[in-house]
């Protein structure tokens, strides 16, 4: 049946929502009729994909429309135009079949699809004979969608796309293209409205700023050596074992000569090798992922699936993975599912409808940073962002994801006054659905991805952030429903909070806060932790931790030093930002690399080498990190002695020789301290803050104490923290 005129000029003009219906091969009882749009041609001739020659096709509008009825199978074609002396090819998009399959609608449909990433987005595949990319897109909401790209002059009537009504996805495989192809989705809202043009939510790789169009590219790499490394952190359990994690923000580690990023071959060149003559066991960096502004830092992402190209291409990243796995060094991705920008390029109304956000700003807007929430009641947002954390752990091998701004998504009236968010279906505040989201996301990256731990940054004392996320309690209704989260780790604020609140006292007032230090040990078993000396503790006029330190610039070394030794010795994993491993000054800024050359002075290549030794320790002694999460490898030593601001504990593991950390925090030096030891015998000095090598002045045990009936005698070093290991021997 010939179509009416009606549909052929909506088909021209690039706005009939169903191009697959009149475009392509289309079988029927004379043969097989085709149908194509081929803007410039002449004359037409159509090919089989191996070069079998089938038929001439006749012109129908001078706008480009050809048609002819051909004696073949319905098959991909490839045609032949010419204008004048001109010759070119064209493979028919719209002759080739879909590439999502029931299953596929299924799963999407439910939810429950785990391998997303493989179906929406922009592939580069082999499809019904040719090579090409397949591009697909959830927009339920759309009257129709369209790929522009460079290569078809981002014109929006080249290639409309299918639409999959039941799931809401729109898909074509477009032959002939490949890798490093930049496009967008045009699309246009079921009131008729065009949006601006969106960057593609999967795509694995975006323009650099401030352009901002997706690029195809294939995710990652195949040729991975990280086995050893991978099999061994899925056979040990994380809280037992050391985790010493130095954060940094790949923009700003280093920078090139002309102060430009440094891309990841030259970071995996520089910052791999420190990290390792450093001792940490991980690197944490700041989100990665495409964001368009640098001062964000990345926790405004508006391409969660690219590694930012301001580094490189998507290979080069997962290069730097793989090296450092070499290098046997893990990799944490600070990861954002707390919020995303309003950029118009992003999610925003993504299909003319408040699609990945929710449409009331009582839930949707977060004032704090001026951005949208993503509407965790809706399962396919919830399976975007679940694929999105498997899909770092699956295609790019990281070790860990930290999740920012846990508190943000648990309650309702996050910065909020009364009358500017809605309570829950019981009247409480907490945002159940983020609740089911977060435990939805660990349960998927611990239970495919062995090894690969997750980290929450909560601020609040939301009960069992790090407890076990059983599936059998999800959905339940009211105050007793499930909220663990599932979380393997939560950063501790309390910690860094009270006890940097405590460094920065005068000595001669900290009798008087001794509990800033003694508090955070009452919980420091209730979660599993980490002790984070976090990017926040250094930015927004905070300073460094070196300038938070009390008293003249020799006592702030000290002091840090101390502080160091105590936060080592504490119980719970450790974490770093950048710089502060040699005392950095000035706080920190995204614009300029840190102050490397503040290493040529003594006192600052004193505390790194202090912190070398730490880690080095900790690594080394199981008594320093076995019992980083359970309460039965921590005792207390001097827990009141408030008058010397000094305090002792006991770090112990089964079959490892006992460690006691002792601080002194006071510029007095305490010699003949009675220190209580459960030991007789030995113990050695096995760390000295106050040491000559960290700038110290060299006061000490001169490397061992003699214990008896309970007690050893013991010189305490002024503003240091020193480690004492029984010697059994």
Known sequence: ??????????????????????????????????????????????????????GRLGKIDDRGLFEGRLSVKPQPIRYRCSAGENDWLVTDPYTFGPVLGPID??????????????????????????????????????????????????????????????????????????????YKYHIVGADGVVQPLKADPFAFMSEIRPANASMTAHPAKLDWGDEAHRDHWASVDPRKVPVSIYEVHAGSWQRDRFNWFLNWDD?????????????????????????????????????????????????????????????GIG??????????????????????????????????????WNTLIYNFGRREVVSFLVNNALFWAERYHVDGLRVDAVASMLYRDYSRKEGEWIPNAQGGRENWEAVDFLRAVNRAIYGQHPGVITIAEESTAWPGVTQPAYEADDGQAG????????????????????????MARDPVHRRYHHNDITFGLTYAFSENYVLPLSHDEVVHGKGSL??????????????????????????????LF????????????????????????????????????????????????????????????????AANSVFAWLRKAAGSKPIAVVSNMTPAMLTGY??????AGTWREILNTDALNYGGSGKGNMGLVKAAGGYATVTLPPLATIMLEFDDN
Not at 337 to 366: I, K, N, S
Not at 674 to 679: A, E, G, S, V
Request: hydrophobic content about 40%; proline content about 6%.
């Open 105 to 182: 609608d299924l799963l999407i449909a439910q939810g429950t699809h785990f391998r997303l990433f493989d179906k929406l987005g922009a592939h580069i595949i082999a499809h019904e004979g040719a090579r090409g990319v397949h591009f697909a897109v959830w927009a339920p909401n759309a009257r129709l969608v369209s790929v522009v790209g460079d290569f078809n002059d981002w014109d929006p009537k080249r290639h409309v796309m299918r639409d999959r009504k039941d799931i809401g996805v729109w898909e074509i495989f477009i032959p002939d293209i490949g890798d490093y192809r930049a």
């Open 1 to 54: 049946m010939k179509p009416p005129e009606s549909a052929i000029e909506a088909l021209l003009q690039g706005v009939h929502a169903d191009p697959f219906s009149l475009l392509g091969v289309l079988p029927g009882p004379d043969g097989t009729f085709l149908r194509a749009i081929l803007p410039g041609a002449e004359e037409v001739e159509a090919f089989s994909l191996d070069g079998r020659r089938m």
């Open 267 to 327: 970071l995996a060149e520089q910052l791999i090798p420190y990290v390792v003559e450093m001792g940490f066991t991980h690197i944490e960096f700041l989100p990665i992922s495409e964001h368009p502004y640098d001062p964000s830092w990345g926790y405004q992402a508006t391409g969660l699936y690219a590694p930012s190209s301001r580094f490189g291409e998507p290979a080069r990243f997962a290069r730097f993975v793989d090296g450092a796995h070499r290098a």
């Open 578 to 641: 950048m710089g502060q491993e040699f005392a950095q000054r000035r706080e920190w800024s995204e614009e300029r690399a840190l102050d490397w050359k503040l290493r040529e002075a003594p006192a600052h290549e004193g505390v790194r080498n202090l912190v070398k030794d730490l880690n080095r320790l900790y690594r080394t002694k199981r008594a320093l990190h076995a019992g980083d999460c359970d309460g039965g490898g921590f005792e207390w030593l001097v827990v009141d002695d």
């Open 546 to 575: 070196l300038g938070k330190m009390s008293g003249d610039d020799w006592q702030q070394f000290a002091n840090l030093r101390a502080y160091y030794g105590l936060m080592w010795g504490y119980p719970g994993k450790k974490l």
């Open 479 to 502: 105050a007793g429903r499930a909220s663990s989260l599932g979380f393997g780790f939560k950063w501790n604020m309390g910690f860094m909070h009270d006890t940097l609140r405590y």
């Open 674 to 679: 009675r220190l209580p030891l459960p030991h």
């Open 331 to 368: 990799v944490i991705l600070d990861w954002v599912p707390a919020h995303f920008p309003t950029d118009q390029h992003g999610l925003v109304r993504f299909d003319g409808t408040a699609l990945y956000e929710h449409a009331d700003p009582r839930m949707g807007f977060q004032p704090d």
